[in-house]
T-cell receptor, first 114, second 115 residues
Framework: DSGVTQTPKHLITATGQRVTLRCSPRSGDLSVYWYQQSLDQGLQFLIQYYNGEERAKGNILERFSAQQFPDLHSELNLSSLELGDSALYFC?????????????FGPGTRLTVL | AQKITQTQPGMFVQEKEAVTLDCTYDTSDQSYGLFWYKQPSSGEMIFLIYQGSYDEQNATEGRYSLNFQKARKSANLVISASQLGDSAMYFCAMSGGWNNNDMRFGAGTRLTVKP
């Protein structure tokens, strides 16, 4: 158990809908990262928050947004969902933001868009 | 741009033997971190080992060791005394640059341990 929690574990929804994925980092970790893992794209970095502020942005679509709250939990919002958004979404956390900080991953949320 | 290459889509190893999973990387940064993660069939990503670009000694964590060759830009994972539970996908990853926390992952290597 990495100490990072994600809810829900599974999510099934329809095209055009909006969903919210939730992540709670390990105790003491200030950084939260979101990743998307799909069969065709592999593991892709989406976005990072550090202590409530956006720190780095990767291949995140405009239909997707995220935020980190004062209690450091984070939410990833996916809207206007398409079939291709079906994937495993991971949240990871690290103590700080330096590039050499180990990221610990949550169990993931498996999103299926029908 | 940073790039991680894992050239072995699949590997087989006999139980109790050692296996090396290859990883090469490309970066212009001087300071970076190299990581290996394990993803069993259950889906979670498990951190295995870390190597800093300035670390002079190869990292070791139990049965895992990282064969770091900076000049060749390679960071191979060595698993000694393979166990059936080692069967999983293994990902090499790199995070680098003082303002870059974008961790890039390789395509992964599926390791199968044979009894």
């Amino acid at each position: 158990d990495s100490g990072v929690t994600q809810t829900p574990k599974h999510l099934i929804t329809a095209t055009g809908q909006r969903v919210t994925l939730r992540c709670s980092p390990r105790s003491g970790d200030l950084s939260v990262y979101w990743y998307q893992q799909s069969l065709d794209q592999g593991l892709q970095f989406l976005i990072q928050y550090y202590n409530g502020e956006e720190r780095a942005k990767g291949n995140i679509l405009e239909r997707f947004s995220a935020q980190q709250f004062p209690d450091l939990h984070s939410e990833l919002n996916l809207s206007s969902l398409e079939l291709g958004d079906s994937a495993l979404y991971f949240c990871a956390s690290s103590v700080d933001g330096p590039q050499t900080d180990t990221q610990y991953f949550g169990p993931g949320t498996r999103l299926t868009v029908l | 741009a940073q790039k991680i290459t894992q050239t072995q889509p699949g590997m087989f190893v006999q139980e109790k033997e050692a296996v090396t999973l290859d990883c090469t990387y490309d970066t212009s940064d001087q300071s970076y971190g190299l990581f290996w993660y394990k993803q069993p069939s259950s889906g979670e990503m498990i951190f295995l080992i870390y190597q800093g670009s300035y670390d002079e000694q190869n990292a070791t964590e139990g049965r895992y060791s990282l064969n770091f060759q900076k000049a060749r830009k390679s960071a191979n994972l060595v698993i000694s005394a393979s166990q059936l539970g080692d069967s999983a996908m293994y990902f090499c990853a790199m995070s680098g640059g003082w303002n870059n926390n974008d961790m890039r992952f390789g395509a992964g290597t599926r390791l199968t341990v044979k009894p």
